[in-house]
């Protein structure tokens, strides 16, 4: 066997060989101190002297590192709990540990927190008990404070094109912003947030806090509604550095013609009936039953008429099918008979059908007018 013997480099005692550390691995200063020198100045808890947690009053969210994060909403002794536990560090060397943290509530806002543990250390059984004083700090967070201070970066007006929203359209714009910034809201992200919603006669106005969320927003009213985005930006104010802040309104102006609207393109086809708005307008030729689509893009408008809307239709009576480009049904105004042009969608067997007059005549409409919602 080796002739070396170890000696501790403290006290100078021998000491049992120790295995070599693996391969890469380098021996801690302290490996090779005897036990009792070992032991001497060794900690097995690392605690600190006392915790604070500053919790938001309003919300529950907690300060945590240099920011507030949400915990949901939880006892406050809980939240102790796991931020003394965060806390606590338990030495490197010590196996089999076992620990337990029991609090004791001295008054609304302060804890004891009695932490045990045990563990086992070069073959050595060891306990060490720490008390951890926790005091609760209750404060309003950034968020909260923001929100209570009316806080917004940037508006959402819902606007339309030469016309003033519909109920249904606002509110369908509210709830778009509202699931918008509440699926950030569940993603953690705590600068998400609408500081309000006001419905004024013009169409709704949203206050958001943050410019690239308006611009999120105002980007789904879009592709649900179809239209335009305009943006201005205002100055606001100069931040501490001197930096220019600016606030953003972005103005979803929805289009002038939606699904059910008739208008007459003045191409010399006759009138459209509106079937979707969303990127191109498109819609069904009343003259032939035809598909229509406009050739403008996105936001732009063809140059129109407009005659009316499905809910102007009125059943009336078929008096004959002249032929395959002709009919003839009673006027609902005037009860004449009045021969006019044949849609392929008319049915020739029906007794009466629905009919839209305007200033371009009388018009059949289909039967069922209008696409459903959300698809295209
Ligand atoms: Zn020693
Ligand atoms: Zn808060």
Redesign the pocket.
Known sequence: MSESRDF?P????P?PERPEPLPGMPRERDDV??D???FEDFDLVDAPDEVQVRVCAQCGAIHRGNRWVDVGARDYTDIAIEEVSNSLGVHLNAEEVRWGVEPEQVDQNNIRMHCHFSGVVRGTPLEESVVVPVSIARETCQRCGRIAGGYFASLVQVRADDRTPTTEEAETAIEIAESYIAEREDKGDRNAFITEVNRTPDGPNIKISTNQMGSGVAKQIRERFGGTIEEHPTLVTEDGDGNEVYRVTFVARLPRYTAGDVIDPEDGDGPVLVRSNRGRLKGTRLTSGDPYESEFEEGERPEAEDLGSVEDAEETTVVTVEDEHAVQVLDPETYEAKTIPRPDYFDPDAAMVPVLKSRSGLHILPEEVVEGEGEE
């Open positions: 501790c403290r006290c100078g005692d000491v101190l005897c009792s020198c070992y």
